[in-house]
């Protein structure tokens, strides 16, 4: 017989009250009663949680676009509890192993992926989501992406820019000058669809890229260039690069599209000393160049590799230059040649 008394028993009550079980704290139970569609890269998405302020993140995210590819929406789960501290999370170590996935900032932190089910779920506390950058950049907008990108697109590591409805891939290692030659182009009378990340669609003939039309971020230095852009001030983001985020709207630039056909692939040399000019590459080196900048591993990592085969005939060229405007003069060319 048990010599513990009834009031120190893990099962009974204290004054009328149900103690909470130990297994309450894996939060399996959490209600997320608070839902809405949300349409990014124009594929609908839709969020369930438990915080008005997840879906104010998403509307400043997402809010902008419409539906383009009408499909089943994915669904996000994202729970928010109080948390035991009010300092903002740290950023999120990534983890991936085969089509599995995890962000995790702290014990209170974390999202889980499944990328072949493309099924996940977010933990995270009040105290990151009133950080909006914070939970927007580590957590919202990677989890929307990466199950957008295991299931319907593939991300590419390029600026998109087009004439006439034909795109231009500008891909090059990180500060060759993608973002700034594409925005530096749209002001001069080029279509602006991305700055440094654009999403080929699978399964498209001939292959077509989406991009984030409705905004350009740009690296500090940037405001050197452009004038036009002193009054933005620079926020973090993700893999803690300080950028500016600044809506079109706000910029001198005409043209936008979400969407257009590739062309051409163009990699950036701003460093070759001489004149600028246009070196044509080997059949198939866009190709390659984009499954080496891949993040992706295992199955999900063959299943792009294979999509990306779809650029394997686009004229690839390297552009050597100095200048944005020798650049983009050289771009002129090229579409007019063709």
């Known amino acids: 017989m048990s010599t513990r008394s009834p009031e120190t028993h893990e099962s009974s009550t204290v004054h009328g009250r149900i103690p909470r079980r130990p297994q309450d704290t894996l939060l399996a139970d959490l209600d997320l009663p608070l839902t809405d569609t949300f349409y990014p890269l124009g594929y609908p998405v839709r969020i369930f949680t438990n915080s008005l302020d997840v879906l104010l993140a998403a509307f400043d995210t997402f809010g902008h676009a419409k539906e383009a590819h009408p499909g089943e929406p994915l669904t996000i789960r994202i729970g928010v509890s109080q948390g035991s501290s009010s300092s903002c999370p740290p950023e999120p170590a990534r983890r991936e192993y085969n089509h599995l996935y995890s962000l995790v900032a702290d014990g209170e ?27 927007r950049y580590n957590f919202l907008e990677k989890v929307v992406y990466l199950l957008l990108g295991s299931s319907v697109v593939t991300d590419l590591h390029a600026a998109c820019i087009s004439k006439n409805r034909r795109g231009v891939l500008l891909c090059g290692d990180s500060g060759a000058g993608k973002s700034t030659l594409a925005y530096a182009s749209a002001r001069a009378g080029w279509t602006y669809t991305s700055d440094d990340t654009s999403y080929l669609i699978n399964d498209s003939h001939p292959p077509r890229v989406i991009g984030h039309s409705h905004r350009a971020r740009f690296r500090p230095q940037a405001k050197l260039l452009f004038p036009e ?58 190709s390659k160049r984009f499954c080496s900048e891949l993040f992706s591993a295992g199955e999900i990592r063959a299943m792009h590799e294979q999509k990306l085969e779809a650029l394997w005939t686009v004229p690839t060229f390297e552009l050597q230059y100095q200048s944005t405007e020798e650049a983009i003069e050289i771009l002129d060319l090229l579409l007019g040649s063709s």
């Open 109 to 135: 932190n974390q999202a889980l992926l499944d990328l072949q089910r493309c099924v996940s779920f977010t933990w995270v506390t009040e105290s990151a989501v009133r950080n909006r950058l914070y939970f």
């Open 229 to 286: 852009l002193n009054s933005f001030e620079i926020a973090p983001r993700m893999e803690g690069k300080p950028s500016l985020e600044v809506p079109i709207a706000d910029l001198p630039i005409a043209s936008t599209t979400p969407e257009v056909e590739v062309a051409f692939i163009v990699n950036l040399n701003r460093a070759s000393p001489g004149m600028g000019r246009l070196i044509k590459l080997p059949e198939g080196s866009g």
